[in-house]
């Protein structure tokens, strides 16, 4: 059990190292939508609610989800700005890629994150898709395996998807990225997890 969560913490900083995947400029078809003010969002009674994002998430028993602190450490976030959480967002959302929640199965080792990235509006999800194949392969240490991709209906949301399989030292992860647009971002739902795609689809499904 170790041996996965070093893994699944492998895959996490390699996910924030590369960006999701990009870095490199791939962006989607512009489509201008009215949204929220820019929020973190917040955990009560086990229920994670952003409305910038449009997402809500309920955490299971056995779950626990990263704290400001952790999440500031995926970017480089000074202490400075934990104490106020209106200077914490407003230094979140400087970044290029913003984490917003990490929830991990205290057994299993099942992990997802959500997260957005800033990219350019003049390509396709499709495009971005195919970037994040291409970072994939190019990973060293890990074989990735890409299975597959599609659309699918998350909480009323379409996303398009790509799952993949990561294997290290004969361990075998499946991890599944959900991304969709919101006009100068893409969203991305990152579910990775050491028992296969029901285990993913059950995450999936604490979405509300």
């Known amino acids: 059990?170790?041996?996965?969560?070093?893994?699944?913490?492998?895959?996490?900083?390699?996910?924030?190292?590369?960006?999701?995947?990009?870095?490199?400029g791939v962006g989607v078809a512009k489509e201008e939508t009215k949204q929220e003010e820019f929020s973190m969002g917040e955990w009560k009674?086990?229920?994670?609610?952003?409305?910038?994002?449009?997402?809500?998430?309920?955490?299971?028993?056995?779950?626990?989800?990263?704290n400001n602190e952790q999440i500031a450490a995926l970017v480089n976030i000074g202490k400075e700005f934990l104490t106020d959480q209106q200077k914490f967002a407003e230094e979140m959302k400087k970044s290029d890629s913003v984490?917003?929640?990490?929830?991990?199965n205290s057994e299993t080792n099942d992990n997802i994150m959500v997260m957005t990235e800033k990219v350019k509006e003049d390509e396709t999800l499709e495009n971005y898709i195919s970037q994040l194949?291409?970072?994939l392969n190019?990973?060293?240490?890990?074989?990735?395996?890409?299975k597959?991709?599609?659309?699918?209906?998350?909480?009323?949301?379409?996303?398009?998807?790509?799952?993949?399989?990561?294997?290290?030292?004969?361990?075998?992860?499946?991890?599944?990225?959900?991304?969709?647009?919101?006009?100068?971002n893409i969203l991305a739902i990152i579910a990775t997890s050491s028992s296969g795609e029901k285990s993913i689809d059950n995450m999936i499904n604490l979405f509300e």
């Open 1 to 24: 059990m170790h041996r996965i969560l070093k893994y699944v913490i492998l895959l996490m900083v390699i996910i924030c190292t590369v960006g999701i995947l990009t870095g490199c």
């Open 45 to 66: 009674d086990n229920l994670y609610t952003n409305n910038y994002l449009g997402i809500k998430f309920r955490l299971p028993n056995g779950w626990k989800y990263a």
């Open 99 to 104: 984490y917003y929640m990490v929830a991990t």
């Open 133 to 135: 194949k291409e970072q």
């Open 138 to 146: 190019l990973v060293e240490n890990i074989k990735y395996t890409v």
């Open 148 to 184: 597959n991709s599609s659309n699918e209906n998350i909480a009323g949301k379409l996303y398009y998807t790509l799952t993949a399989e990561a294997n290290i030292e004969n361990i075998t992860l499946t991890q599944k990225y959900y991304v969709s647009k919101m006009n100068d």
